[in-house]
């Protein structure tokens, strides 16, 4: 289905769906940029939703992968050139509706004519194509057909009835019960999208060269040319490189890391690999071609095919979840040679994307964003990119955690996520070139050398603008507040002071900012930003509408920042005045109690990404606030209402249903309703002592009482007094922690008389709790069984 856009002449674009196991809607479009007169600095978005059957907008079922919603209906996702929605297919929408967002000098909505939005009936064009059809043939490449092929594969039978060679560890004595020649390892996976298959077998074992023959099985006009784009890797997940010589029927891609073989009538293409530097595995894409278009094919999954080449490598394919997901991170911080800031955020993004987030995942990106944010990882190692594509993956990466978190169901894997964004800056796509033209203006207005043109040479000047133009990140934000101090002080150790109380870097941290897209035009043999400065007051109020920019693009994470970024988005203007009396009164003991209704009013709004970052950072707020507090001073009514407000801080936090029906009963045994404990008047009456808070308690059929948290004082008295309000069973009241969780329970009769002696009476044995993570533990008959991992608290 072709389009057009509302007084756009040249700019137009097409939508075409490919049904099969995954519904994906791929709409394209084009001209856009010429319409509009932009430069290069343009982001596009597509703004859709799903159509329902009364006409309005209406949320999808799932979000497609790269997807993000943006409100309670629509939902974005980026479109430079084109973009894919993929539903499976028993939650594909029967219709979605769209415009088109640009980014690019202000905002560009782009509508059908007569300034209506686009409708796309899903139905009826997955009815119109073949179900499996390519999205490349549109009619002009001929019907699509599975390519025919021989029955047998002459290649592959002589690699395995090839004789090993007369060097090869195969031939000599055999080993009893051991075949020798070669061996045959088969392996396949489908095409995204559900349309086709591609299959292969690996032939090892001569002693000479590794035979890998791939087999593609894809409906295609006649026409068209199908392509493997593949790449050698060390071990399954790594970078991609070329073959350590080059293999028969390929030709180099010409990025120096993909290789390029046609398949022999879009069906099959084998390679051969010496065996001596054969690489670990190869992975690979599909590229198809025909007169009318072009397509890049993946995995059903949306990554690479990846193929064990040599047997040591085997085992690497064939990983689960979350042994993929931790692969992935270790390849890439430990063993990739061009890693930086930007691809961790890319990578970071890919599997927040998906429609449904593990623990392991979760867990492995909390871990690595929070090690990277700590500096405990690099974030320069010899690989550039633009200010604009880290301002824009900043802006994209924030969006998605707030989808992510909103979607997720697990309250262990929504904790791990919530770690994650105090890690990740708000980021602002809209100053990324600003960046750029900035530092270049401010050199050029005062006359400060650049490259070959003369000027005044201040070799910190020089090299910080070449990191800002191949390296830029929020590290900068710390920089340029350190050249201010120097600014105003003349002395250079005020800048790397201020550095490293800002941001934690080191005089040796920023001599290695030299990584990547440094040049030494001075001559002067610096290295990275681990120079002085030449002390230039003149620039002082120039630099100090730069650090704004920086600040807008890859800061905006205070608490400040994040109460003006939340403006209009609120729930209500009550919550807007909330927050900011919040911010005032920070500090205060007193604002516990603010942060706790505040937080309660953002609940709705948590969807949105800057209302999650408030979120975030209200809580952090909170712990700080709390831990400063002094216990020790507190009263016995302090510290049970101090214990009520960090219980309903972390229920904010955790959405646990558990943890909601723990504290109503905490509720109801501090006030004493429905029939429950008054935990007041036990305690006095029992000389016990309340360190952390009883949780819950139900008085009923089976007579226990249930903690979270640790009682303290006269365990002893509290238990005989709590058996003395069940009816005095002659049963045992036994003692068992499992996960921070205290149980009582009525069990035997030797275990409660020891229970409800003094300490003395009971032969000196006393009845010590811990708190036990991850092991339950027992006490019985005044002894402690099993094992307390934690101190005693």
């Given at each position: ?10 700019a ?54 790269g ?20 539903f ?14 640009v980014h ?45 092929r ?9 690699a ?12 000599g004595?055999k ?58 890797q ?19 891609f ?25 690489p ?24 690479d ?55 392991a ?17 690099e ?13 824009h ?82 590290d ?10 120097f600014l ?21 941290d ?28 003149q ?20 608490l ?68 400063r ?15 009520i ?8 936090s955790r959405?646990?249903?558990s943890l ?17 404990l ?48 069940v009816?005095?069973?002659?049963r045992?009241?036994?003692?068992a ?19 409800r002696?003094?300490?003395?009476a ?20 005044g ?9 005693i608290?």
């Amino acid at each position: 289905m072709d389009f057009h856009f509302d007084g756009l002449g040249e700019a137009s674009g097409r939508v075409e769906v490919i049904a099969g196991d995954l519904v994906s809607i791929k709409v394209q479009v084009r001209g856009i940029r010429r319409s509009l007169h932009l430069g290069n600095d343009v982001g596009c978005e597509l703004h859709w939703a799903c159509l329902d059957e009364a006409g309005g907008w209406s949320a999808p079922l799932v979000q497609p992968p790269g997807s993000r919603a943006v409100d309670p209906v629509a939902s974005r996702i980026e479109c430079k050139f084109d973009a894919v929605l993929a539903f499976p297919k028993d939650k594909a929408p029967k219709a979605i509706v769209f415009v088109v967002l640009v980014h690019g000098g202000g905002e560009h909505w782009l509508k059908a004519p007569g300034q209506q939005d686009f409708v796309v009936k899903v139905d009826e064009l997955a009815q119109q194509a073949p179900p499996a059809a390519m999205a490349i043939a549109g009619g002009a490449g001929g019907p699509s057909r599975v390519a025919e092929r021989a029955a047998e594969w002459p290649e592959m039978q002589a690699a395995l009835a090839a004789k090993p060679a007369a060097d090869s560890p195969a031939k000599g004595k055999k080993k009893k019960g051991v075949k020798s020649g070669p061996t045959a390892t088969k392996g396949g996976a489908d095409v995204e999208g559900g349309m086709g298959k591609v299959e292969w077998t690996t032939v090892r074992g001569d002693g000479v060269s590794i035979y890998v023959f791939v087999e593609a099985r894809l409906p295609l006009p006649e026409g068209a040319k199908l392509f493997l784009h593949l790449g050698c890797q060390a071990s399954a997940g790594s970078e991609w490189e070329l073959p350590a010589e080059p293999l028969e029927g390929t030709v180099p891609f010409g990025d120096g890391k993909a290789t390029r073989a046609e398949l022999l009538g879009q069906a099959r293409i084998a390679l051969r690999f010496p065996e001596k530097t054969a690489p670990g595995a190869i992975a690979f894409v599909l590229y198809a071609a025909t007169a009318s278009g072009e397509q890049w094919l993946k995995s059903s999954g949306g990554g690479d095919f990846c193929i064990a080449i040599t047997e040591g490598a085997a085992a690497t394919v064939a990983m689960g979840p979350g042994e993929e997901v931790a692969k992935a991170f270790c390849d890439a911080e430990t063993k990739y040679s061009h890693w930086s800031q930007f691809q961790r955020y890319c990578l970071v993004k890919d599997y927040m994307s998906k429609p449904e987030l593990s623990q392991a995942e979760a867990a492995w990106i909390a871990c690595d964003l929070r090690l990277a944010n700590a500096k405990a990882l690099e974030w320069y190692r010899q690989r550039g990119y633009q200010p604009k594509d880290m301002a824009h993956v900043q802006e994209a990466l924030g969006g998605v955690l707030a989808t992510c978190v909103a979607n997720v169901k697990t309250p262990i894997v929504r904790a791990l996520l919530r770690m994650c964004v105090l890690a990740c800056p708000r980021g602002n796509a809209s100053g990324g070139d600003a960046i750029r033209h900035g530092i270049l203006n401010i050199m050029r207005n005062h006359g400060i050398r650049e490259g070959h043109r003369p000027g005044i040479e201040c070799k910190f000047i020089e090299q910080w603008h070449q990191k800002l133009h191949t390296n830029s990140a929020p590290d900068d934000i710390a920089i340029c507040e350190g050249y201010l101090a120097f600014l105003g002080s003349g002395n250079p150790d005020d800048l790397f002071r201020t550095v490293w109380e800002r941001a934690g870097i080191t005089r040796e941290d920023l001599a290695k900012m030299a990584g990547c897209g440094f040049k030494d035009h001075t001559k002067s043999g610096a290295k990275g930003l681990n120079v002085n400065p030449v002390h230039l007051p003149q620039l002082y109020n120039d630099m100090q509408g730069y650090l704004g920019l920086l600040k807008h693009v890859h800061g905006g994470s205070g608490l400040f920042e994040l109460c003006e970024a939340c403006k209009g988005q609120f729930p209500d203007h009550s919550a807007e005045c909330l927050a900011f009396e919040v911010f005032h009164e920070r500090d205060s003991p007193f604002v516990l109690g603010k942060i706790l209704d505040l937080r309660g009013k953002l609940e709705s709004a948590l969807w949105k990404r800057d209302i999650l970052m408030l979120d975030v950072q209200l809580e952090d707020q909170f712990r700080m606030v709390a831990e400063r507090s002094d216990w020790g001073g507190m009263g016995r009514d302090d510290l049970i209402n101090t214990l009520i407000c960090m219980l309903r801080d972390l229920r904010l936090s955790r959405r646990d249903a558990s943890l909601d029906q723990g504290l109503d009963l905490l509720l109801r045994l501090l006030l004493g309703l429905e029939g429950g404990l008054c935990l007041r008047r036990l305690l006095c009456l029992h000389g016990g002592e309340l360190r952390s808070g009883l949780l819950r308690v139900d008085i009923g059929e089976t007579h226990r009482l249930l903690f979270r948290g640790l009682v303290g004082g006269r365990v002893g008295h509290l238990v005989a007094g709590l058996h003395d309000v069940v009816g005095r069973r002659r049963r045992d009241l036994g003692v068992a922690i499992c996960d921070a969780h205290v149980r009582l329970d009525l069990v035997d009769a030797d275990a409660d008389l020891l229970l409800r002696l003094p300490p003395a009476a009971a032969g000196g044995r006393r009845c010590g709790l811990r708190r036990s993570v991850g092991s339950d533990l027992v006490v019985r008959r005044g002894r402690r069984c099993g094992s307390g991992l934690d101190a005693i608290l």
